[in-house]
C-alpha cells in the first residue's frame, strides 16, 4: 500500500505539473508529496522528474514510469471495485476534458443526476478549445469535435453535430439580413483561430457533394467557443456553430439563425481515450454515460 500511495502522488504531480498542485488536489502537504516521489525515485534507481523553480517535467523514465504506473493504480481500483454491485461503493476521480458548448450546454446540465447515483465518484472536468494531450496531461477521456488525426489513441464514435448560421437581431438591424450566397460580399465573418491547424476564417457550406467555402473579411478573430458566441451577440458579425449552442439563443429572441439552407458540414464527435485495457470501472461508467448523453444531441 505504500509503494501504491507513493505512485498515486508521482501521477498526480506528473498530471498536473506542480508538486503544490499535486498536494493540494490530494489534500496533503507539499513536503509529503515531494518527499513520497523523492524516495520512490530512490527506490527506483532513476530520476522521474525535471524540476526547476518554474515547472516540473517527466524525464524519459518518468514517461515510462507514469504509463506504467497509471495501469498499476487501475488495476488496483478494477480489483477493489470487482464484486462491488451497489452505485454508492464505485469512487474515485475521473479527469475529462471537452469544448466549452459542449460542457456548458448538453454534460454539465446532467451532471447532477450521474453524481446523485454515484455519489462517491469526483469529476475534473477540463473546458478548452485547443486540443489536449490525453497522455502528458492525465486525461482519462475527452470529447472531440472535428476530423481526428491518426493518433494510436482509441476512438469511439458518437454522431455528428448539425451546424447552422447565425447573426445577433443589432447586426441584421443594421447590415440586413443575407438571404443569398452572393449577399455575404456585403457582410462580416467572425473569425476563429485557434491556432494554425484551427483556423476558420470562410464561409463554409456543403453543396450536397462537396464544402464549398467563401473568402470574407473580419473585424475580430477570436480564439475560443466563448468569444466567437459572445461577438456574435455583441453584433460584430455572422458566426457559424453547431445548433447545440445556438438553439436557445434563437428562442430566447438573441441569436437569429439565417441562410438555413447553406449551413457548414456536419461536425463529428467523438469520444476518445488511451487505451482499451486496464480501464477501471469508475472510467467505465462515466464514459459510457457520458457516450448515452452526447447521442441525445447528435445524428
Known amino acids: 500500500m505504500e509503494n501504491t ?110 453524481l446523485s447515483r454515484y455519489p462517491n465518484l469526483q469529476v475534473d472536468l477540463s473546458s478548452t478549445d485547443r486540443q489536449v494531450d490525453l497522455i502528458a496531461e492525465g486525461f482519462d477521456c475527452v470529447i472531440r469535435t472535428g476530423k481526428l488525426q491518426d493518433s494510436g489513441l482509441i476512438v469511439r464514435n458518437l454522431g455528428v453535430l448539425t451546424q447552422t448560421n447565425y447573426a445577433s437581431p443589432a447586426y441584421l438591424a443594421q447590415h440586413g439580413e443575407p438571404l443569398r450566397l452572393e449577399d455575404l460580399s456585403n457582410h462580416w465573418l467572425i473569425h476563429y483561430c485557434v491556432n494554425a491547424a484551427t483556423k476558420f476564417d470562410m464561409f463554409e457550406y456543403w453543396d450536397g457533394q462537396a464544402c464549398q467555402r467563401i473568402s470574407m473579411p473580419s473585424r475580430l478573430s477570436v480564439n475560443n467557443a466563448d468569444g466567437y458566441q459572445a461577438a456574435c451577440l455583441a453584433g460584430l458579425g455572422i458566426i457559424q456553430a453547431p445548433l447545440i449552442g445556438g438553439a436557445k439563443l434563437v428562442a430566447e429572441g438573441k441569436l437569429v439563425e439565417i441562410l438555413k439552407k447553406f449551413g457548414a458540414p456536419a461536425m463529428p464527435v467523438s469520444l476518445v481515450y488511451p487505451h482499451r485495457r486496464n480501464l477501471s470501472k469508475r472510467v467505465r461508467i462515466f464514459m459510457d454515460w457520458l457516450s448515452d448523453l452526447v447521442r441525445q444531441h447528435t445524428q
Do not use: C, W
Open 5 to 114: 500511495d507513493a505512485i498515486k502522488r508521482f501521477v498526480r504531480v506528473a498530471e498536473l505539473g506542480s508538486f503544490t498542485k499535486a498536494a493540494d488536489a490530494l489534500g496533503l502537504p507539499k513536503a509529503s508529496v515531494s518527499l513520497a516521489v523523492q524516495q520512490l525515485e530512490n527506490r527506483l534507481g532513476t530520476q522521474l522528474l525535471h524540476r526547476t523553480t518554474r515547472k516540473v517535467q517527466l524525464t524519459p523514465d518518468g514517461q515510462i514510469f507514469y504509463e506504467r504506473g497509471k495501469d498499476v493504480l487501475a488495476e488496483m481500483d478494477e480489483l477493489d471495485s470487482l464484486f462491488q454491485t451497489d452505485d454508492a461503493s464505485i469512487r474515485g476521480l475521473i479527469r475529462v476534458d471537452m469544448s466549452y458548448p459542449m460542457a456548458h450546454n448538453i454534460v454539465i446540465p446532467r451532471l447532477p443526476e450521474f
